[in-house]
């Protein structure tokens, strides 16, 4: 069974290459670009992509646009800041090859923060299905979390995909700051409101959760960072839901 990898992308140029590249065994690379201006669009061309040139109506939106331009049964969804570690890809082959009625598989997200990989915590093993079937998956959930879902019996994969998400921790700043703002005006559509318990409770309550329960205190220094920053980005979203359009 061929496989199509569907990769959306803006201004990926130095990390799209390693995530294209970790993914050769696939029958075709499908990278959905929203306005790069940094050479992205050449580079994924030059390593046999199939670019296809959009607008940005959302990550939810923009990835089932990817789903739509793909031609291969079985379809696995890649970001430009992951890399499909040798075991997955081997795991990703045989699954396809062996199905046996599953729709979609889970894979293990293994992310790296300041140059080494975080084992414990909120942020693995992080398991999420990325590989499906074309006619069974769909991408839902709410900005700017989105969730693929398959109509179908769910399997799972050996291997680690690896996840970079931040160059740096200004980077990892700057997404607290936009994506809570994004998430808190998501809140604000569905008629949920803050109230001042939100805010004493639920920053302390993801701390304990994601270093103490989760065992974050295992990755040493950078597991008690992952697990304050956590922390932040749920006061932060909070605290915008409570103060409204001029908390922004």
Not at 70 to 92: G, K, M, N, Q
């Amino acid at each position: 069974m061929p496989i199509s990898v569907a990769i959306i992308v803006q201004d990926e140029a130095d990390r799209l290459p390693d995530a294209i590249r970790s993914v050769a065994f696939a029958d075709e690379i499908v990278v959905l670009d929203s306005g790069s201006t940094d050479g992205t669009l050449e580079i994924a061309e030059a390593l046999g992509a199939k670019v296809i040139r959009t607008d940005w109506p959302g990550f939810v939106a923009q990835k089932n646009r990817a789903i739509a331009e793909t031609s291969h049964p079985w379809i696995f969804a890649l970001d430009a800041d992951e890399r499909v570690s040798p075991a997955l890809a081997r795991a990703i082959q045989d699954a396809v090859a062996t199905a046996t009625g599953e729709a979609g598989f889970k894979v293990s997200r293994l992310s790296w923060w300041m140059g080494a990989p975080l084992r414990h915590g909120a942020w693995y093993p992080d398991r999420k299905i990325r590989l499906f079937r074309r006619d069974q998956g769909r991408w839902q959930g709410t900005e700017p979390h989105d969730l693929l879902v398959v109509a179908g019996r769910v399997g799972a994969l050996t291997g680690d995909l690896h996840h970079h998400p931040y160059r740096n921790l200004g980077e990892h700043l700057a997404t607290i700051n936009r994506y809570t703002a994004v998430a808190s005006a998501e809140l604000r559509k569905a008629g949920v409101r803050a109230r001042p318990w939100d805010l004493l409770t639920r920053p302390p309550l993801h701390f304990v959760y994601a270093y103490l329960l989760r065992l974050g205190f295992l990755d040493g220094v950078r597991g008690l960072c992952v697990a304050g920053l956590g922390s932040v980005y749920v006061l932060l979203k909070w605290a915008r839901l409570a103060l409204g359009e001029e908390g922004r």
